[in-house]
């Protein structure tokens, strides 16, 4: 069988036709948050297509043809975790752009009764499942994609911003009128200098980061808290949307590289419980 194991993990890879074909077999009508190609779907009632597809899964290792009756059997263990991005309870999702290379990287953990898969997916829309041990093995794996800073802010304490300013800010930002955003954010209540390198390193990132913890339920993506990570001269700063029962907001601060790790894991944990 073509997969990649260890003491703590088990792998495998697919393309979107075996992925699809999968999913029919354990009655999936889509899967959460993976896209599998229109192409795939629509071509999965014909017949030559589903030769080639269980030709595919038979040399890979993942299925075979019984002598007895001829009849075509997948290996058990690769519907349970292709079952798991159908029937998922919530999700993780854990993107990490760096910018000056503009590469993505892009890790979705699903969260189903008993398992946990990591998904991630390729330019070439290949699928790598893979079955992670316990929620420990995740952090560890997690934590190899995040940025790693040696840099000291020089600020301290949380900023707080209304969302509309804030946006306005970033869209001045995108425009680059840098300026005008700095001014922005200091007529919201930002101080100069924090104003100041705020926009600053929005403006340059060397590398960006989202955590989003996502429920399922009712045959919809409830989306709750997300996390942003900005990297620039060597500092963090995390960024990220607060409700209230009078007020919503944007909060804005820098942070360590400590910090960064402790927030993975509550993130984890929220995903994980949801």
């Known amino acids: 069988m073509t997969t990649t194991t260890t003491t703590d993990t088990f792998s495998l890879t ?26 795939a779907k629509e071509s999965s009632d014909d017949e030559q297509w589903l030769k080639q597809v269980q030709d595919n899964l038979a040399a890979k290792g993942y299925a075979t043809t019984r002598e007895e009756d001829g009849t075509f059997a997948v290996d058990p ?3 349970a975790l292709v079952g798991a991005l159908a029937f998922a309870r919530s999700a993780l999702v854990v993107t990490v752009h760096n910018v000056h290379e503009n590469q993505v990287q892009s890790r979705l953990i699903h969260f189903a009764e008993g398992l946990i898969i990591e998904h991630e997916q390729a330019e070439d829309d290949t699928h790598l499942l893979t079955a992670i041990r316990d929620i420990p093995t995740l952090h560890a794996r997690l934590e190899e994609l995040l940025p790693h800073t040696n840099g000291t802010s020089p600020f ?3 900023q ?10 970033s869209y001045l ?18 101080p100069p200098d924090f104003a100041h390198a705020v926009v600053q390193a929005l403006s340059e990132p060397e590398q960006r980061v989202m955590l989003q913890t996502v429920a399922f339920a009712d045959h919809k993506i409830h989306r709750y808290d997300t996390l942003h990570v900005v ?10 949307f607060v409700r209230e029962e009078d007020r919503a907001y944007i909060q804005i601060e820098t942070a360590s590289q400590e910090r960064l790790n402790q927030q993975l894991q509550a993130y984890i944990r929220m995903a994980s419980s949801l």
């Open 231 to 240: 990297v620039a001269g060597d500092i963090l700063w995390f960024y990220q």
């Open 77 to 79: 263990t690769i519907p």
């Open 156 to 158: 301290s304490g949380v």
């Open 160 to 169: 707080q911003i209304d969302q509309e300013s804030f946006e306005a800010a």
């Open 173 to 190: 930002i995108e425009k680059k009128n840098l300026d005008s955003a700095t001014q922005r954010l200091q007529q919201a209540g930002i």
């Open 14 to 39: 697919l393309d979107n036709n075996e992925l699809v074909f999968l999913g029919q077999s354990i009655k999936a009508s889509a899967f959460w948050l993976v896209d599998t190609n229109a192409d």
